[in-house]
């Protein structure tokens, strides 16, 4: 920490009057203050005006959750025999050829699909499963970093007795013993708590749990509840049901404070039908407007076609107004005092009655059971229901108690009425409101068990926990968010004395089966003497056909207008969501997670406090400033920082963090939110307070590294435009001293579409998962040294306090004349004969002439030998067809050229040409928008060809005469939108 008095001379004073059509990507950018021409000068930009110490010790805790993505010095991999392809164990391996299993992760209790890579009976990769009807082969952040999970060495690996190691043994003996109790009671004072699930066979045995012990109770830990929708729909319809968004069919698109495309479970099916629809928009045959209202910004905010800043109670007035305007019965004249918010609802109105059943509104998530329904009643207004926007019945199971279950529990606790608790899959003492205090109503319990992949804070107040095993290790079964089934299978056998959460419950009964015979319990009984065939076909598919849940159209049984929010207090607001790294502390000890910077802020390693340019001006805080946040009795301190596009008196902040685990990487980052959360009230506080502490404190982001000055790398085009006709005939190239290469076929190419780019990081996690891409930690991140190969630009345009956002993924250009080849001593930069620029390692001695030559700056130089003392295994099981770098040699982005290689090879080997799209890199493959193109250039038939020959396309610095091979489609806009709102 640093101990200082906050700046005066803040970077907001010199803000005023510093707009246009410019693109910034921080506010000491737009300030055009010496600090940023300092940053822009050097290579890699310190971001702190303090040094951060660097600590080897937390640095050697990074690696070695990273470097055991390679595989364990301690462990055998062996594949599981049981696990499709193989029906029993191959005699023998062909060494270098990858077997994969179609498989699935869970997030938030639903199934994620994937097909896993393995080599040798070891996982390296996992790629979206392509006949998978919700992901349709891509995959998000999430999932990609899963895979790490599965190796990280801070993983529980037996079982713990009052904190001291144990064996299995014991512990099944007592659990028998307590069965046999329980069987006397019934199950009194008997309570299970468990994550969100879909899995078709935990729900089977905890139903076979409560009818053996009726008097027991099950609850559900949702730190992310769904609450809010489920009792609208219960109010609307007479029952609970999830919203399906049809967001391929919505021609406009109204979100309050509803971020659809941003992180979470659902997000790659949702930011692929959104993307399915921006297309029809880029060939003229349809419509794609997004309207976007919100009190901090978020990943669907930064791509809305016109955007609104309001606070979080405004909401209310803004939804009565659009639904007053498109005639909703019973709401009568909505005015409104603000020109901004006015002019936002006739625009968003006008559209929304433009486009009639193809229109969609969405609030958020985070609002109340009042403005659920009335969203609900304004889409049957413009008859969006079942066909916009569809229902099911919910896909994840749901606890008898209601979404208050937990609520429910800790009353139970406190009353007495709960002799003994099994924890399984979650960490309640953490994930808890502060106002429930979880912990000391725990201490109550007599006998508290613990299942879960960590030793986590539920863990250390438990007599027992016992290990569980990881998704990628385990036979189970969950739904996808469509309802859709998937068995998982494992792709390797547990590398611990771990087992899977079905066997855990199981040993509460009494029993001991393995987690195979669950699963097939299961769909034995579901399939009958159809078992064996539908089993085998659900494994190769990777789910089970037809069984997505059906689309329902619910009949409307209330249409009674809600009654309008009171007035919001004065003062200031606090909004909470999840983080969109570790999401809500499920991945805080997963190092590619920690280590992602995230889509708006490039933070890492941590949670701020985000703050109002406004707020910031008028409190004289910098970023980092140590602030107190109070929220009634509670309080925590953290650092500021300032969101460009926040409401004036809103403040953010992300779960997550604030973990307090021994020996764990995620120990002393930022602060816990859930200390300041209420059970009635998770998302929003009123009446909060900031006070400075006057200190400065650490944060880890990568906004300004890499930046260039006075260049836009930007570019938009009109909707007007994308018409063939008013676009030029053809490209010309500009002049150049040196004669061009000839291109010979192939040749290969990539283009990036920035109109469908969501900036959500699956490109940036499946490029380090395929690559082998160190981990460095937080300080050597500060210190602008992160290794990731590709990253993504976060831009902003106009007034600090509402800019417009723009995201640009940037690899290497892979340039035709670049100046890194020439620029190198010992041409260790090279050009092969397919237009890849190269990098040789062994040549290479560490001068980084090459990155200094480059001016897209996406080379990474390796400082530290992050590989150097790997054991041979280890080395072994990461990917093996991309060499491990060492200390001092530079690297970048390659195209995946392993994967070209593996192409051409097969190619070779059938005797015919490669095909176009045969070869997809890592970042193409995952990118659930599908914004990343690459193929064959030299034909002008191929799919990037054809993208790069449109009158979108454009190179970064092209006035530098490199001739990048990687080049971009400028974003669309519409300003017919914006004129409309002119109009009103």
């Known amino acids: 920490m640093i101990d200082r008095p906050v700046q005066k001379d803040t970077v907001h004073e010199r803000l005023i009057g510093k707009t246009g059509r410019h693109f910034w990507r921080a506010l000491e950018e737009l300030a055009d203050t010496e600090e940023f021409h300092r940053f822009s000068k050097r290579e890699f930009p310190m971001m702190h005006r303090g040094g951060i110490t660097f600590d080897r010790r937390t640095l050697l805790k990074i690696m070695a959750a990273s470097l055991a993505l390679s595989g364990l010095s301690a462990c055998k991999g062996e594949e599981d025999e049981e696990a499709l392809p193989y029906v029993q164990a191959p005699e023998s391996v062909s060494v270098g050829v990858a077997k994969w299993f179609a498989t699935a992760v869970t997030f938030g209790g639903y199934a994620q699909p994937i097909l896993g890579k393995t080599f040798t009976g070891r996982p390296v990769k996992l790629e979206g499963n392509p006949d998978h009807p919700v992901s349709g082969g891509a995959t998000d952040a999430f999932t990609q970093a899963s895979l790490l999970g599965l190796y990280d060495p801070g993983r529980s690996q037996t079982p713990l007795h009052l904190g001291k190691p144990a064996d299995w043994n014991a512990f099944d003996a007592e659990m028998a013993a307590k069965a046999d109790e329980l069987d006397k009671t019934g199950g009194e004072r008997f309570r299970l708590l468990t994550a969100p699930f879909s899995s078709p066979t935990l729900r089977r045995q905890i139903e076979a749990m409560m009818q053996r012990w009726p008097k027991a109770r099950w609850h559900i830990?949702?730190?992310?509840?769904?609450?809010?929708?489920?009792?609208?729909?219960?109010?609307?319809?007479?029952?609970?049901?999830?919203?399906r968004p049809a967001f391929a069919a919505a021609e406009t698109i109204v979100s309050l404070d509803d971020d659809f495309l941003g992180p979470g479970p659902r997000q790659t099916s949702y930011a692929r039908a959104f993307a399915d629809r921006r297309r029809l928009r880029q060939h003229m045959q349809g419509a794609?407007?997004?309207?976007?209202?919100?009190?901090?910004?978020?990943?669907?905010?930064?791509?809305?076609?016109?955007?609104?800043?309001?606070?979080?109670?405004?909401?209310?007035?803004?939804?009565?107004?659009?639904?007053?305007?498109?005639?909703?019965?019973g709401l009568g004249d909505v005015s409104l005092a603000d020109d901004h918010e006015r002019q936002w609802v006739i625009g968003a109105s006008s559209a929304l009655q433009a486009s009639k059943a193809n229109a969609l509104v969405l609030i958020g998530v985070h609002h109340g059971d009042d403005l659920q329904a009335l969203a609900l009643l304004i889409n049957e207004r413009l008859g969006s229901l079942g066909n916009t926007l569809h229902f099911s019945e919910p896909v994840n199971a749901q606890a008898p108690d209601g979404p208050r279950s937990l609520d429910v529990l800790v009353t139970d606790m406190n009353d007495g009425k709960v002799s003994t608790l099994t924890v399984i899959g979650t960490d309640p003492a953490y994930f808890a409101p502060g106002d429930l205090a979880f912990r000391d109503a725990l201490q109550k319990v007599k006998l508290r068990v613990h299942a879960g992949l960590y030793v986590d804070?539920?863990?250390?107040?438990?007599?027992?926990?016992?290990?569980?095993?990881?998704?990628?290790?385990?036979?189970?079964?969950?739904?996808?968010?469509?309802?859709?089934?998937?068995?998982?299978?494992?792709?390797?056998?547990?590398?611990?004395?771990?087992?899977?959460?079905?066997?855990?419950?199981?040993?509460?009964?009494?029993?001991?089966?393995?987690?195979?015979?669950?699963?097939?319990?299961?769909?034995?009984?579901?399939?009958?003497?159809?078992?064996?065939?539908?089993?085998?076909?659900?494994?190769?598919?990777?789910?089970?056909?037809?069984?997505?849940?059906?689309?329902?159209?619910?009949?409307?049984?209330?249409?009674?207008?809600?009654?309008?929010?009171?007035?919001?207090?004065?003062?200031?607001?606090?909004?909470?969501?999840?983080?969109?790294?570790?999401?809500?502390?499920?991945?805080?000890?997963?190092?590619?997670?920690?280590?992602?910077?995230?889509?708006?802020?490039?933070?890492?390693?941590?949670?701020?406090?985000?703050?109002?340019p406004q707020l910031a001006s008028e409190r004289k805080l910098e970023n980092g400033a140590e602030v107190k946040l109070t929220a009634g009795e509670t309080s925590i301190h953290g650092p500021v920082w300032i969101m460009p596009g926040q409401e004036a008196n809103t403040i953010a902040i992300t779960l997550g963090y604030g973990r307090k685990l021994k020996d764990s990487i995620a120990d002393g980052l930022g602060y816990d939110a859930y200390g300041?959360?209420?059970?009635?009230?998770?998302?929003?506080?009123?009446?909060?307070?900031?006070?400075?502490?006057?200190?400065?404190?650490?944060?880890?982001?990568?906004?300004?590294?890499?930046?260039?000055?006075?260049?836009?790398?930007?570019?938009?085009?009109?909707?007007?435009?994308?018409?063939?006709?008013?676009?030029?005939?053809?490209?010309?190239?500009?002049?150049?001293?040196?004669?061009?290469?000839?291109?010979?076929?192939?040749?290969?190419?990539?283009?990036?579409?920035?109109?469908?780019?969501?900036?959500?990081?699956?490109?940036v996690t499946a490029c380090q998962a395929e690559n082998n891409i160190p981990v460095v930690g937080k300080e050597l991140v500060a210190e602008g040294r992160q290794m990731h190969w590709l990253r993504i630009d976060h831009y902003h345009e106009g007034d600090a306090t509402a800019p417009k956002s723009y995201f640009q993924p940037v690899p290497c250009m892979h340039c035709e004349q670049a100046p890194c080849e020439m620029g190198c001593p010992v041409n260790a930069a090279v050009h092969s004969i397919d237009g890849l620029n190269l990098q040789i390692y062994n040549r290479c001695i560490g001068t980084r002439t090459c990155s200094s030559y480059c001016p897209y700056k996406v080379r990474r130089f390796n400082w530290f030998d992050f590989t150097g003392d790997d054991a041979e295994q280890i080395q072994a099981m990461r990917n093996p067809d991309v060499t491990v770098r060492s200390r001092g040699v530079m690297e970048k982005c390659t195209y995946c050229v392993q994967r070209i290689a593996e192409a051409r090879i097969v190619a070779d080997k059938e005797g015919r040409p490669m095909h176009d799209g045969e070869i997809v890199t890592a970042c193409q493959q995952v990118c659930p928008t599908q914004a990343i193109t690459f193929g064959n250039v030299a034909d002008p038939n191929s799919g990037v060809s054809r993208l790069k020959a449109g009158l979108r396309d454009y190179s970064l610095l092209e006035e530098a005469n490199t001739r990048p091979r990687t080049t971009y489609l400028a974003r669309i806009e519409d300003p017919s939108l914006a004129k409309t709102e002119a109009a009103g």
């Open 288 to 329: 794609s407007r997004l309207f976007v209202a919100e009190p901090t910004p978020s990943a669907t905010g930064a791509v809305a076609d016109i955007h609104l800043v309001a606070s979080h109670s405004g909401m209310d007035r803004l939804l009565r107004a659009i639904g007053a305007r498109i005639g909703v019965k």
């Open 221 to 243: 830990c949702d730190p992310l509840p769904n609450t809010a929708r489920l009792n609208a729909t219960q109010h609307i319809f007479g029952r609970p049901l999830e919203f």
């Open 457 to 612: 804070e539920t863990a250390s107040l438990s007599h027992w926990h016992v290990p569980l095993q990881h998704d990628l290790e385990s036979w189970s079964d969950a739904r996808a968010v469509d309802g859709s089934v998937t068995l998982i299978q494992p792709l390797v056998r547990p590398f611990y004395a771990v087992r899977a959460a079905h066997v855990v419950l199981e040993a509460m009964m009494g029993r001991a089966l393995s987690d195979r015979d669950l699963v097939q319990q299961t769909w034995r009984a579901a399939w009958d003497g159809e078992f064996d065939e539908r089993w085998r076909d659900a494994l190769y598919r990777g789910f089970v056909s037809d069984s997505a849940a059906p689309s329902l159209i619910p009949t409307i049984l209330d249409r009674a207008v809600p009654q309008a929010a009171p007035d919001a207090s004065s003062g200031l607001s606090l909004v909470i969501r999840p983080d969109a790294g570790v999401w809500d502390g499920t991945l805080s000890e997963n190092a590619w997670a920690q280590e992602t910077p995230r889509p708006l802020t490039k933070i890492t390693w941590g949670n701020v406090i985000l703050i109002s």
């Open 676 to 763: 300041l959360r209420r059970s009635a009230t998770p998302w929003h506080i009123a009446g909060v307070t900031i006070e400075p502490t006057g200190k400065m404190l650490p944060v880890a982001t990568t906004q300004l590294h890499q930046a260039i000055d006075g260049f836009d790398f930007i570019r938009t085009v009109e909707v007007e435009q994308l018409d063939r006709q008013s676009g030029p005939d053809q490209k010309q190239k500009p002049p150049s001293l040196y004669p061009d290469r000839p291109i010979s076929d192939p040749s290969w190419g990539m283009s990036i579409d920035l109109d469908l780019c969501i900036g959500c990081n699956a490109c």
